[in-house]
C-alpha cells in the first residue's frame, strides 16, 4: 500500500533556529513523485517542490533546502533561519507513476515560528 | 504554474441544501482534481475530471453525492448535494501542468447548519 507518513504533528521553534520536517513514503513503485506543500492560516495550499524517484539530488531554495534519501524512504524539508512567516501546515504527497494526479498527502506537520 | 480561481470563497449551508463550486483556471490543462479537507485533517481526493469523459470517483465517494462537471480544458464544478453537517470542510481543485506539477485553487470553506 502508498503511504505518506509525517511523524511530526506540531514543531515549534523561536525566530532564525532551523527546523526540519520529516517525511517517509511507503511504496513498491520504482516511478514516483514527491512533493511538499504549505498551507498558511489563510488555507491555500502553495506548492513547493516536486521531485521524480529518479533523481535523488538535494535541492536549496533560498532558506529551503530538501534532502531526498530513497534508502531510508524519506524526503525531509529543512527551513534555515525560519521567520514568522513561515508559521503554516506543511503537507509531504506522493503520486505514484501511473496515476497522474492522485495526491497521497501525509497527515501535515503544524509549524509554529515564535518571534 | 498554473493561477486557478474559486467560486465561492466561503459559505454556509443549511443542511439538505446543494451548493456548486466553480473552479477556473487560467490556461488549459487535462487534468482537474477536486479534494476534500475536514477540519483539521489532511487532503483527501474526491474525483479526477478529464475534458469530454465522465469523472473519476475515490473509493468512498459517488456521483450522486458530488457531481461534477467539465465541460471545457479550463473550467470545472463540484455540486456537493443534499449537504449535512459532515460535509463542513474546504473543498479545493487542483490542475496538473505539463511539467507534472499540481497547484491548487485557494479552497472553498462550507459550512453545513
Known amino acids: 500500500a502508498q503511504k505518506v507518513t509525517q511523524a511530526q504533528t506540531e514543531i515549534s521553534v523561536v525566530e532564525k533556529e532551523d527546523v526540519t520536517l520529516d517525511c517517509v513514503y511507503e511504496?513498491?513503485?520504482?516511478?514516483?513523485?514527491l512533493f511538499w506543500y504549505k498551507q498558511p492560516p489563510s488555507g491555500e495550499l502553495v506548492f513547493l517542490i516536486r521531485r521524480n524517484s529518479f533523481d535523488e539530488q538535494n535541492e536549496i531554495s533560498g532558506r529551503y533546502s530538501w534532502n531526498f534519501q530513497k534508502s531510508t524512504s524519506s524526503f525531509n524539508f529543512t527551513i534555515t533561519a525560519s521567520q514568522v512567516v513561515d508559521s503554516a501546515v506543511y503537507f509531504c504527497a506522493l503520486i505514484l507513476g501511473g496515476n497522474t494526479g492522485k495526491l497521497i498527502f501525509g497527515q501535515g506537520t503544524t509549524l509554529q515560528v515564535k518571534p | 504554474s498554473a493561477v486557478i480561481s474559486q467560486k465561492p470563497s466561503r459559505d454556509i449551508c443549511q443542511r439538505g441544501t446543494s451548493l456548486t463550486i466553480q473552479c477556473q483556471v487560467d490556461?488549459?490543462?487535462?487534468?482537474m482534481f477536486w479534494y476534500r479537507q475536514q477540519p483539521g485533517q489532511s487532503l483527501t481526493l474526491i474525483a479526477t475530471a478529464n475534458q469530454g469523459s465522465e469523472a473519476t470517483y475515490e473509493s468512498g465517494f459517488v456521483i450522486d453525492k458530488f457531481p461534477i462537471s467539465r465541460p471545457n480544458l479550463t473550467f470545472s464544478t463540484l455540486t456537493v448535494s443534499n449537504m449535512s453537517p459532515e460535509d463542513s470542510s474546504i473543498y479545493l481543485c487542483?490542475?496538473?501542468?505539463?511539467?507534472?506539477?499540481?497547484?491548487f485553487g485557494p479552497g472553498t470553506r462550507l459550512t453545513v447548519t
Open positions: 487542483s490542475v496538473e501542468t505539463a511539467s507534472y506539477e499540481q497547484y
Open positions: 490556461s488549459q490543462v487535462t487534468m
Open positions: 511504496t513498491r513503485d520504482t516511478t514516483y513523485y
